[in-house]
Every structure is written in structure tokens, then in C-alpha cells.
């Protein structure tokens, strides 16, 4: 019954080592977490579209709680603090979509859809 009234904490966290540096010494990466005003969704599985000198661009998995389901959106972070900037949906259909993953001009994502 319990569970009923918990909700998951998922996040978005970037670490900004090399895959070397994340094998060899994993007890002391900085993971600098992803900032934002929402308190009534998550964001999960993070695929890293694009970067420039300012903006990390990352297509994730967005749920609304009340939805109940996932679309995929397009993040727009300051690489310097962190924050959420820009959140523009890319991909909502009337069933879950999760793990965005970019295949030249495609995005292909996973999808559930009950019946």
C-alpha cells in the first residue's frame, strides 16, 4: 500500500571526465546534476544530441506524473550551471516512449504500449 504514496527521484547528471578517467578512479567523479524548476515530472535516460560552447542538448525521456507515460524532449542546458533553459517535445504519442536514441536524421525511441 505504501507505494502508492512514493514517487521516484530520477535526474539528469553530466560527468565531465573521460571513459579512461571513469574506469580507473569511479569513487571520485564529480557528477554536476541537471537543474530545474519541475516538480511534477522527471527526466530520465539522457542522450547526448549535441553541444556548443554554452548548451549541452540532450533528448531524454520526459514523464508527467499525472500522464503516466513518457514522451521524448529536447533539453537545452547553460554548461555552466546546470540550469534547465529550453524544453521543447520532440516525440508525444498516446503511449510510453523512453530512451531516445539518434540514428543519423532518426530518432528512435523505446516504446510500451499496453493492450
Known sequence: MKEKFLIGAWNIGIIESSIDQVFQDPDHLKIRWLKHKYRDRY???????GQDEKYYYILTEEDVFYEGRGKITCLTVDKKTMQLVKKEIILDEEHHLSYP???GDHIIPEGFLEG
Open 43 to 49: 527526466f530520465a535516460d539522457p542522450f547526448l544530441l
Open 101 to 103: 536514441f539518434v540514428y
